[in-house]
């Protein structure tokens, strides 16, 4: 399974975007990369994900370089509800293979939003 | 609503007696899983079902066991086995194939061994 490496911590003003990078160079075909976050003591919630195209929804903008070996999250007005750890993971979606659907989290970023 | 179910919030059992975690989802999802999380850290895969009457191992299954009966169900088992079982506990669903299988956590179940 590909790895995925983050900063341990970041910090972000009130009302700047933050973003958030995630290194996964060991990236295969089939492995669409995923973002969650968890605030203390509760479930993660999914954020966003994509293959290779960039993608925005509601909550957040995935940035996915060309060689697909790392990717950025960014929010784009943080507000003191966005603190929280934000998990990058890969995920094989293709059929077969022992890790077929495997989510794997790692330590996460920490995000702390400043006033 | 749709959503994922875990049942109880908190729990207690006294060392050495096994004790059976409960997950429910009613979202037709086919993958289902199970994870651990301890304090200050990420979370780590115990067990994982992608279809009924199948499930593997994650990386930590050393001491836990699970079945898949129904396709709602996937209850998690932390025997005498497990060396250090006070954690927080949390399941997940999510759809088997295609992209956009994002999954769905529960809020958890924070087991204490006394």
């Known amino acids: 399974d590909a790895k995925t490496t983050q900063p341990p911590s970041m910090d972000c003003a009130e009302g700047r975007a933050a973003n958030l990078p995630c290194n996964h160079s060991t990236i295969s075909g089939n492995e669409y990369v995923y973002w969650y976050r968890q605030i203390h003591s509760q479930g993660p919630q999914y954020i966003i994900h994509g293959l290779k195209n960039n993608e925005t929804n509601e909550m957040a903008s995935l940035i996915i370089t060309e060689d697909r070996k790392s990717s950025t999250l960014i929010l784009p007005h943080a507000t003191l509800r966005d603190t929280a750890v934000y998990y990058c993971?890969?995920?094989?979606?293709?059929?077969?293979?022992?890790?077929?659907?495997?989510?794997?989290f790692g330590q996460g970023t920490i995000l702390t939003v400043h006033p | 609503d749709g959503g994922i179910t875990q049942s109880p919030k908190y729990l207690f059992r006294k060392e050495g007696q096994n004790v059976t975690l409960s997950c429910e989802q009613n979202?037709?999802?086919?993958?289902m899983y199970w994870y651990r999380q301890d304090p200050g850290q990420g979370l780590r895969l115990i067990y994982y079902?992608?279809?009924?009457?199948?499930?593997q191992k994650g990386d930590i299954a050393e001491g836990y066991s699970v079945s898949r009966e129904k396709k709602e169900s996937f209850p998690l088992t932390v025997t005498s086995a497990q060396k250090n079982p006070t954690a927080f506990y949390l399941c997940a669903s999510s759809k088997r194939t295609g992209g956009g299988t994002e999954a769905f956590f529960g809020q958890g179940t924070r087991l204490t061994v006394v």
């Open positions: 079902s992608q279809i009924v009457n199948d499930f």
């Open positions: 979202l037709n999802h086919d993958a």
């Open positions: 993971i890969v995920r094989v979606e293709g059929a077969g293979g022992t890790s077929y659907g495997k989510l794997t």
